[in-house]
């Protein structure tokens, strides 16, 4: 099925969805409806975004949400929270477009930790996003992943990896985030 038909069927199922679904992403031949995040979750998306938004220039925007789209590899995803241009919030309501995006962060799931590992490990470096900052709050840990480009047998990846445990402070691109700020998801 063309990326264009499964959009289509995703947004009609989002319809029709109960209350506890608050979007979708498409990711290879699946649609992935997605539930509200925990409290912890938030959390983590609220402390990092202050981080972040203290430290960024003039021009720039550090979000939470916000669909970023790639047609061509017929990909749709909801990241946790990205950095962009605040130009792009002039555009039309559409999906942000993965060239505009500096950074890209996912909050692993409890349920769901696969999909931030290796999905988008994957895919995240073929839409050509020049960072992303996965956060484990399930071990306390996560790891900042930079310069994508072709690995081995040409296939996308990111080519540097820095992994590091909560307390520690992370230099992320231009940036530093103290994951002191961060909490481990309860036992």
Same mark, same amino acid.
């Given at each position: 099925?063309?990326?264009?038909?499964?959009?289509?069927?995703?947004?009609?199922?989002?319809?029709?969805?109960?209350?506890?679904?608050?979007?979708?992403?498409?990711?290879?031949?699946?649609?992935?409806?997605?539930?509200?995040?925990?409290?912890?979750?938030?959390?983590?998306?609220?402390?990092?975004?202050?981080?972040?938004?203290?430290?960024?220039?003039?021009?720039?925007?550090?979000?939470?949400?916000?669909?970023?789209? =790639? #047609?061509?590899? $017929?990909?749709?995803? /909801? !990241?946790?929270?990205?950095?962009?241009? @605040?130009? %792009? &919030? +002039?555009?039309?309501?559409?999906?942000?477009?993965?060239?505009?995006l500096l950074l890209v962060a996912e909050i692993v799931s409890p349920s769901n930790h696969s999909n931030d590992y290796l999905?988008?490990?994957?895919?995240?470096?073929?839409?050509?996003?020049?960072?992303?900052?996965?956060?484990?709050?399930?071990?306390?840990?996560?790891?900042?992943?930079? =310069? #994508?480009?072709? $690995?081995?047998?040409? /296939? !996308?990846?990111?080519?540097?990896?820095? @992994?590091? %445990? &909560? +307390?520690?402070?992370?230099?992320?691109?231009?940036?530093?985030?103290?994951?002191?700020?961060?909490?481990?998801?309860?036992?």
């Open positions: 099925m063309d990326y264009a038909r499964m959009r289509a069927i995703a947004e009609e199922l989002m319809k029709h969805a109960p209350e506890p679904v608050k979007s979708f992403e498409i990711s290879g031949d699946g649609i992935y409806m997605m539930m509200s995040p925990s409290r912890f979750h938030d959390f983590i998306a609220m402390r990092l975004n202050r981080q972040l938004d203290g430290q960024l220039d003039d021009g720039l925007v550090s979000f939470p949400g916000g669909d970023v789209e =790639d #047609p061509a590899l $017929g990909r749709l995803r /909801r !990241p946790d929270l990205i950095v962009v241009p @605040d130009e %792009v &919030f +002039g555009e039309e309501n559409a999906p942000f477009a993965p060239h505009d999905d988008k490990m994957d895919e995240y470096p073929a839409m050509g996003i020049p960072l992303y900052l996965l956060v484990d709050p399930r071990k306390g840990t996560g790891s900042v992943m930079s =310069d #994508p480009g072709p $690995g081995p047998g040409g /296939r !996308p990846c990111y080519r540097t990896r820095h @992994d590091y %445990v &909560f +307390g520690d402070k992370v230099t992320v691109g231009p940036w530093t985030v103290d994951t002191s700020e961060f909490r481990t998801y309860p036992s």
